[in-house]
């Protein structure tokens, strides 16, 4: 046993730290969030030990800004749903065009690893290694504009777009919508502002 003036090494600390932090519903982590775990560290050394942090076993750079704590993360297959949420925090997001389109039926090819959402942020793809790729597409609606056609989906941690509000959604993109069933086509009014 060390005495209790002996420092923590770093490594130990931010893993002890995480160890009692994490958990199925927080997995993720910001490097502010991981900063906080050891603010002693100057700039420099805080980058090393992310770096070595990075090339071990427990934790994991999903993308720019994000990293994963592997024993806490849970094995449901929504790691990029949960990380576009974290990524967008700020912003107003919601799940749609091929990813709703697909879950729905509407479209018979499933996008693996792929996951597409509308946002009020920029337009990106970001790409998260192993576990695939977000897409955010940029739309100018609001929230209120759009109340009756999102519901939230908790175990996304997202809003999502009812099918119909995703084909609009496709179509004011000008996505090609060439796998979507025919009959999914009928009925949505692609006059609306995205």
């Known amino acids: 046993?060390?005495?209790?003036?002996?420092?923590?090494?770093?490594?130990?600390?931010?893993l002890h730290s995480l160890y009692a932090l994490a958990g199925p519903e927080r997995y993720l982590f910001t490097p502010d969030d991981l900063r906080a775990l050891v603010p002693e560290l100057s700039d420099g050394a805080y980058k090393t030990l992310l770096s070595r942090a990075d090339s071990g076993a427990l934790l994991r750079r999903v993308c720019r800004g994000l990293y994963l704590f592997e024993p806490a993360a849970p094995r449901n297959g929504l790691l990029l749903m949960h990380a576009a949420a974290r990524l967008r925090a700020g912003y107003f997001n919601y799940l749609s065009l091929e990813t709703v389109l697909?879950?729905?039926?509407?479209?018979?090819?499933?996008p693996i690893s792929w996951i597409t959402l509308m946002s009020s942020g920029r337009s990106?793809?970001?790409?998260?290694?192993?576990?695939?790729t977000i897409e955010f597409v940029h739309t100018r609606q609001q929230p209120a504009e759009l109340a009756e056609h999102l519901q939230y989906d908790a175990r996304c941690r997202l809003w999502r777009a009812t099918p119909q509000q995703a084909l609009r959604d496709m179509r004011a993109t000008r996505r090609n919508r060439d796998l979507v069933a025919p009959a999914q086509m009928d009925g949505s009014n692609a006059d609306e502002p995205v």
């Open 124 to 132: 990106s793809q970001i790409d998260c290694g192993r576990w695939g």
């Open 102 to 110: 697909s879950d729905s039926g509407a479209i018979s090819q499933v």
């Open 1 to 14: 046993m060390l005495p209790s003036s002996t420092p923590i090494q770093p490594m130990r600390q931010l």
